[in-house]
């Protein structure tokens, strides 16, 4: 039985940019370091593991939601943050024997029509599709496997109980409650107080979109030549690509706020004004859409799955969740039917910020908005 408060797919799964990707938001030398190399490389074979798992959903439940591989590319935003790049490839070649494939300023022209950045980085295992019809499609696919899908019912307590000799918890939920012997926690940016454990874990971070007129086919060209999925390497990042029908989806991080519709409202003229930094050819194209929804971040920046308090849950996926929360969903659906998984990202403690400064209000927001500002001038 999936339990939404809202509607199928409500959150940040019908919201987001569809940039099935590889990799995780910390780059390989730095995870090495907090983690070690051999939960690096499990962390990434799984990274990589996670497209293949979309794909093979998408294929095997005959899902309409323009699933291409396209790989991404990752633009330089600095010089020094090319050298990162070429530092990055080596890791994941020499760790991993993977393959990435490093552009130069000089040739960048073959991949982005912008003149705005100093080097790319490709890596052709990405992928790219819609994300409404793709968490449509997997409501639909579960419903064909036989689950219940009960929306407007948000969960309000979980509580231990027993039911005819079986343990398991008693879930209350707006519309009534019902009784579950395996409870999986995937609520994400909307984590609230009916798990206040892991909210205290997650970080909720507004990310906003806007998605212009179709551009036609040779202004589309001429901006993303190859079809990627785009972003650049600042911690205020931008992420950019065309549209199944031919719009240019751009998104950032111009609040830090989760969604209203006055951050919306003022995101969509931040983002405006940074597309056409980007492409000064779209300064006339008009803005057709715009919208927001919550990424959820922990404190080290790495997802995590596992169990707490009894209860299973995987989250924390930094903005790299279509591909990562399709697999660790997987993972944690067999580990929940009984079978031995071993999964990198549980066996990393999920901290909490220290001291029990954080409850699940991120009263820190503004200062962390001015801090990564700050990295993104010097670093
Ligand atoms: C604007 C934006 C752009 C993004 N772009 C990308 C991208 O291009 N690529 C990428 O990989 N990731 C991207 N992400 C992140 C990605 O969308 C998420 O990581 C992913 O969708 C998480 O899926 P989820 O099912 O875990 O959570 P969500 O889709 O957020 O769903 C959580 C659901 O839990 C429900 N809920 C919360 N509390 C309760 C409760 N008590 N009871 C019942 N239900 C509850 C909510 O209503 C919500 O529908 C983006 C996110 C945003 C917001």
């Known amino acids: 039985?999936?339990?939404?408060?809202?509607?199928?797919?409500?959150?940040?799964?019908?919201?987001?940019?569809?940039?099935?990707?590889?990799?995780?938001?910390?780059?390989?030398?730095?995870?090495?370091?907090?983690?070690?190399?051999?939960?690096?490389?499990?962390?990434?074979?799984?990274?990589?593991?996670?497209?293949?798992?979309?794909?093979?959903?998408?294929?095997?439940?005959?899902?309409?939601?323009?699933?291409?591989?396209?790989?991404?590319?990752?633009?330089?935003?600095?010089?020094?943050?090319?050298?990162?790049?070429?530092?990055?490839?080596?890791?994941?070649?020499?760790?991993?024997?993977?393959?990435?494939?490093?552009?130069?300023?000089?040739?960048?022209?073959?991949?982005?029509g912008s003149q705005m950045f100093f080097g790319g980085l490709v890596d052709e295992g990405s992928a790219g599709l819609n994300p409404a019809q793709y968490v449509a499609g997997l409501a639909g696919a579960a419903k064909r496997a036989g689950a219940t899908l009960c929306e407007r019912a948000r969960v309000e307590r979980v509580e231990r109980s027993t039911e005819s000799g079986a343990a398991g918890f008693r879930v209350t939920t707006a519309r009534g409650s019902v009784f579950a012997q395996d409870v999986f926690v995937a609520t994400s940016g909307y984590t609230g107080a009916a798990t206040p454990a892991l909210?205290?874990?997650?970080?909720?971070?507004?990310?906003?979109?806007?998605?212009?007129?179709?551009?036609?086919?040779?202004?589309?060209?001429?901006?993303?030549?190859?079809?990627?999925?785009?972003?650049?390497?600042?911690?205020?990042?931008?992420?950019?690509?065309?549209?199944?029908?031919?719009?240019?989806?751009?998104?950032?991080?111009?609040?830090?706020?989760?969604?209203?519709?006055?951050?919306?409202?003022?995101?969509?003229?931040?983002?405006?004004?940074?597309?056409?930094?980007?492409?000064?050819?779209?300064?006339?194209?008009?803005?057709?859409?715009?919208?927001?929804?919550?990424?959820?971040?922990?404190?080290d920046m790495l997802p995590h799955a596992g169990e707490m308090d009894g209860l299973r849950f995987a989250m924390g996926y930094a903005g790299h969740g279509v591909a990562m929360a399709t697999y660790l969903g997987t993972k944690m659906a067999a580990v929940i039917a009984g079978e031995k998984s071993e999964l990198a990202f549980a066996e990393v403690p999920f901290p909490t910020a220290p001291l029990g400064l954080y409850n699940g209000r991120p009263w820190f927001l503004p200062l962390a908005s001015l801090w990564y500002r700050f990295l993104d001038l010097v670093q």
């Open 1 to 112: 039985m999936v339990l939404e408060a809202e509607t199928v797919g409500w959150g940040a799964s019908s919201r987001n940019g569809g940039m099935v990707l590889t990799g995780l938001k910390i780059g390989a030398p730095e995870l090495c370091a907090k983690v070690g190399r051999e939960l690096t490389a499990e962390m990434y074979r799984a990274s990589m593991e996670s497209i293949d798992c979309v794909e093979r959903i998408v294929r095997e439940e005959k899902m309409e939601c323009s699933f291409a591989r396209c790989g991404h590319l990752e633009v330089a935003s600095k010089p020094k943050h090319y050298r990162r790049f070429e530092e990055w490839a080596e890791t994941i070649t020499r760790e991993f024997g993977r393959e990435v494939r490093l552009v130069p300023r000089k040739n960048l022209q073959t991949e982005i």
């Open 199 to 299: 909210r205290r874990r997650v970080v909720p971070i507004g990310s906003y979109i806007i998605a212009t007129e179709p551009l036609g086919e040779r202004l589309g060209a001429e901006l993303v030549p190859r079809g990627r999925m785009i972003f650049d390497s600042k911690h205020f990042l931008h992420y950019f690509r065309l549209t199944p029908d031919g719009r240019m989806l751009f998104g950032g991080r111009a609040a830090f706020f989760p969604e209203t519709a006055a951050t919306i409202r003022e995101s969509a003229e931040i983002l405006r004004r940074d597309m056409i930094a980007v492409y000064p050819k779209l300064a006339g194209t008009r803005v057709e859409y715009a919208w927001g929804g919550t990424l959820d971040f922990t404190f």
